[in-house]
Each structure stands twice: as C-alpha cells, then as structure tokens.
C-alpha cells in the first residue's frame, strides 16, 4: 500500500466515530455479499462478513461493555447464527439473502440511531476498501 493511501486511512480512521465505523463495516460487508458473482469473492465476502459478527461477538462477550444485557443477548445470538450461517454458505451453495438482510437491519438501526433526521436508505453509498 502506498504512503498517501497510508496516511489517508489513518488520518480518516482517527476522525470517525465508533458508530460511523459500524455503519461502514456493515455497509462495505453488504455490498460485498450483494456483488459476490463468483466463488472467489463469495468466498471473500463471507470472510469479511464472518469477520465482522465474530468481532461483534467478541466485544458483546466482554462483562463491563456497558450494553444493557437484553441488547446484548440479541447481539450475541445474532452473532452466532451469522457466523454460523456465513460458514454454512462457504460450504455449501446456499443463499447469500439471509445475511443481506441480518445486516441491512443492522445498518437501518445504526443509522436510525446515529441521525433520526435521516431515514435509512435502501442505497449504501459506500465504497469497497481493500480488505
């Protein structure tokens, strides 16, 4: 990777939210399951999308997150059965739907929250990074 590309994902990382980071890691794992045409990058997306629930698992597991225990309990259920479905669909030719939807919720609901002005569009205006 190069210096400018570099310093220019540093530099946007440390003037995003938490949240602002969310919605983009749901956003770029959805376009990557909806434009996923061959096994490669079928492949890739349920990587990234496994990637992404386990790193959720991991941070809803830790005691004093400060998430109430109802939301919590969601998440973690969630988590596991994206993991566990994302695995599935590596084995086996199944549909990629189940997943869209689990974190198009996901991205309507941290966008919901992040600016009630803004309702939560159909159409992600994300960009693929390289992951």
Known sequence: MSYGIK?????????MTSRQIEVMAFGQTILLLKNAKNQKERIHALTMNQKLWSSILLETSV???EIPDVIRKDLLNLAIWSTRYSIRAMLHDISLKPLIDINQDMLD???QNTNNQNPPSENNDFKLSVA
Do not use: H, K, P
């Open 63 to 65: 005691e004093d997150n």
């Open 7 to 15: 310093r220019y994902n540093q530099n946007s990382a440390t003037q």
């Open 109 to 111: 609901g941290l966008r």
